[in-house]
């Protein structure tokens, strides 16, 4: 359950907010002699001011080919470069464009949740698989059943309040 959590938490930081964060591009992979590869393996990327991404390749070579990966990711970003770095510049994020991204943040910790009831749905399968085989006693299996509940509720309420956190970040002017 907690690495479910982990996984929203990533999901999260990859939806754009109004400031720059390296973590924007992490799905973004480059075609890189023939086989994609992440941008993170092929560049150091940071965020140099609250609205600007510096991306420097490890291989000058390799710049054409990020510039283009990141057109095609459909981040809605337009690299600029050098020769030496690539920079993005992230626009000014309208209320309309907020409230997608908050739809979609939303769905993000929507699936969050099911994993982590997947997990516990799972987990009592396997208790009253127990029950049946005479391993454990009712009593037993009560007590787990409600301890589970518990921690399916605390991952939850972890998901919810990150999705709260993120929210507020979006919906920040």
Known sequence: MAKSV??????????RTGRASPALLDRVSVEYYGTQTPLRQLANVSASEARLLTITPYDKSSIRSIE????ES??????SNDG??????LPELTEERRRELVRVVRAIAEDGRVAVRNIRRSVMHDLRELKGEGDVGSDEEHRAETELQGLTDERVGEIDEALGRKEQEILEV
């Open 6 to 15: 982990d996984s929203t938490r990533g999901e999260f930081a990859t939806v």
């Open 68 to 71: 283009k990966a990141i057109m």
């Open 84 to 89: 030496n770095l690539v920079r993005l510049t």
């Open 74 to 79: 459909g981040l809605g970003l337009t690299p």
